[in-house]
């Protein structure tokens, strides 16, 4: 597949960051201890489908002191419409009971100290640094995968891969091209039908129509 040029690249991040410079994310939080259980649950399931069972979560618990001391049972009833809701449930409890016994219950907002959380990988922790403090991160979703390898930008087969190629090729304003990149794969260049010929403003840099899901 023919790569994107130094010209197009410089291109394709000027397009994105105009267009989508103010762009956040489509999971309703209110605070760093919401995001972070949101952004974990969006794992394998959509946006919509979290913002459908999480008001009734964060009701029942609001912080994490209340969320450590849960009941398995209950938290998995809460979020059973959500895809893996058996080992979400677990991971979001012992989530929970590390921000309680070694953060104060406070998510703490570093990268790496994240990732020391039960069910928060790399991809996570970044989406949670880029929404909540706009930290100069990639974070490769099925959405940013697909719109890297369809313009050319990455021809990596896994998501940690893309990441570091983007973060290379793109080097600032990380956070905007996220949000960009995922808003963009979700409702113009979809895995299926992509919307090319009415809504795509980024067609002259296309270099296929071509799927791509990471390994």
């Given at each position: ?37 949101a ?10 489908r ?6 009734e979560l ?29 080992n979400?449930?677990k ?5 929970a ?9 406070k ?11 039960a ?14 403090t706009g ?22 087969e896994?998501?940690l ?8 090729k793109?080097?600032t ?7 960009g ?10 895995a299926?039908?992509p919307?090319c ?19």
């Open positions: 597949m023919k790569k994107a040029t130094k010209k197009e690249i410089s291109s394709i991040k000027e397009a994105f960051i105009e267009r989508y410079d103010e762009a956040v994310t489509e999971l309703t939080y209110t605070n760093a201890f919401e995001l972070v259980i952004v974990a649950l969006s794992a394998q399931c959509t946006d919509k979290v913002n459908l069972l999480t008001p964060f009701e029942k618990y609001p912080d994490a002191i209340t969320l450590a001391n849960a009941e398995l049972d209950d938290v998995k009833a809460i979020i059973n419409s959500c895809s893996f809701f058996n979400k449930a991971n979001l409890i012992k989530m009971q590390r921000l309680v016994e070694v953060y104060e219950g998510v703490p907002l570093d990268e790496k100290e994240l990732q020391t959380l069910g928060v990988g790399q991809k996570t922790a970044n989406v949670v640094m880029i929404e909540y930290a100069n991160l990639m974070a490769v979703d099925t959405h940013v995968f697909r719109v890297a390898h369809r313009l050319g930008l990455s021809d990596d896994t998501a891969k893309t990441e570091e190629t983007l973060v290379k793109f080097k304003d990380l956070h905007a091209l996220h949000q990149m995922v808003l963009f794969g979700r409702y113009i260049c979809t299926k039908n919307k010929d009415s809504d795509c403003f980024l067609q002259e840099f296309c270099k296929t129509r071509k799927s791509f899901k990471a390994r």
